[in-house]
């Protein structure tokens, strides 16, 4: 894959599943649809909860919700899916979506991986506090991962740059020794017989640079970078906050809230990179279902502003210097944070319309 054209990718979570894991954390049959369908709104106006359209709430164990997933984005202009990959020291978490679609060859959709390399919290952010599941890194442990991606960069589906698999590492600035993994994996993929890896580092958490001192090919922007917007533009929009900090208001009842507009001004005022970056675009963000404290929450969002940010971004691609444009979008299915490319109730085919259009202008 290289070449002028724009290469458009939705990361993709693989949890709407029943797995142990969940059971135990969170009560028998919990799915991230369970938070969902709890959701209300913080304030009036406030659009919640996100009910889904024609998709409904879904098992991903099904490969007929795989295929109708692969063929509204295929039809929409989505080129690939980026699944989520959940490796911790060995142990996978939420796997079976994605081994299914290995093990089968369907849907016959182009897809990629990103190693979502964050601990598992129950606060639902990657920090520290009340940890269910940690990272652990090390040498061994390179080696294992690399012998079993190497498993995925296999299948003629996956997502390569002049036949080099892509793969993004969510929290680069995590790992011990970044550089010292990335030659690893690269050695590795040589000996496989492959031309190369086309590694990405994630830009999230405010992880910022030139990749290539990590031994990465490129970074990849996350949006919502809800870091890059001036906290005073956010203080305003966020009443409920303020009280409880006084302690007129349940903590439960504070959150941040940024316009729209705002967060697109911000990201398309960003200078060009001195190293390769692809652009990310979002639909919208409203992680309350997740976070009934201190969430974090988009105002303003409709089909036509998010139309208007990709086309945008998608035109300074094709005019940017030589090589891969992909353009990734936060995100396809990630529902219990208000971030789907998916139909919803309130909006139809609306983003994804949306996203066809401007990848057509």
């Known amino acids: 894959m290289s070449g002028s054209k724009v290469t458009s990718i939705a990361f993709y979570l693989p949890q709407y599943h029943r797995v ?39 098992d991903l164990t099904d490969p007929g919700v795989r295929a109708a997933q692969a063929g509204l984005a295929a039809e929409h202009g989505i080129d690939a899916f980026c699944y989520y990959h959940y490796w911790f020291a060995g142990r996978r978490l939420l796997g079976r979506p994605f081994d299914e679609v290995l093990a089968t060859g ?5 897809f990629l991986l990103c190693w979502a390399n964050e601990p598992w919290t129950r ?3 990657g920090g520290r506090d009340d940890i269910l599941v940690d990272q652990q890194y ?29 793969f993004l590492v969510y929290r680069a600035g995590q790992l011990p020794d ?10 590795a993929a040589a000996d496989a ?12 958490h405010r992880e910022r640079g030139d990749p290539r001192a990590l031994g990465f090919d490129a970074a990849v922007e996350f949006q919502p970078a809800a870091g890059d917007v001036p906290l005073l533009s956010r203080a305003r929009l966020s009443p409920r906050r303020v009280l409880a900090r006084a302690g007129v208001a349940p903590a439960e009842s504070s959150y941040i809230a940024v316009g729209y507009d705002r967060l697109v001004r911000q990201a398309l005022a960003r200078p ?31 089909p036509e502003r998010f139309g ?7 035109a300074r691609l094709r005019a940017g210097p030589p090589g891969p444009k992909l353009l990734f979008v936060n995100g396809w299915n990630e529902w219990a944070e208000g971030c789907h490319l998916e139909p919803c109730r309130r909006w139809g085919y609306g983003y994804l319309e949306a996203l066809a259009k401007a990848l057509a202008r």
């Open 20 to 58: 142990a894991e969940n059971d135990e954390w969170w009560g028998e049959g919990f799915t991230d649809w369970t938070n969902v369908r709890a959701a209300r709104p913080l304030f009036p106006g406030h659009h919640q909860p996100h009910e889904p359209g024609d998709l409904g709430y879904y």
């Open 106 to 110: 369907r849907p016959d959709f182009p």
């Open 123 to 125: 606060a639902w952010d």
């Open 138 to 166: 090390g040498e061994d442990d390179d080696e294992r991962h690399i012998e079993w991606l190497l498993g995925a960069f296999a299948d003629p589906r996956y997502l390569r740059i002049d036949g080099r698999p892509v």
């Open 178 to 187: 970044p550089r010292r993994t990335t030659q690893r994996w690269r050695a």
């Open 193 to 204: 017989g492959l031309p190369g890896l086309f590694l990405c580092r994630v830009e999230s």
């Open 272 to 302: 060009p990179a001195a190293f390769p970056r692809f652009p990310c675009v979002t639909p919208d963000w409203d992680n309350s279902p997740r976070r009934r404290s201190g969430a974090f929450l988009l105002t303003g969002s409709t």
């Open 308 to 314: 208007d940010w990709t086309a945008e971004a998608a």
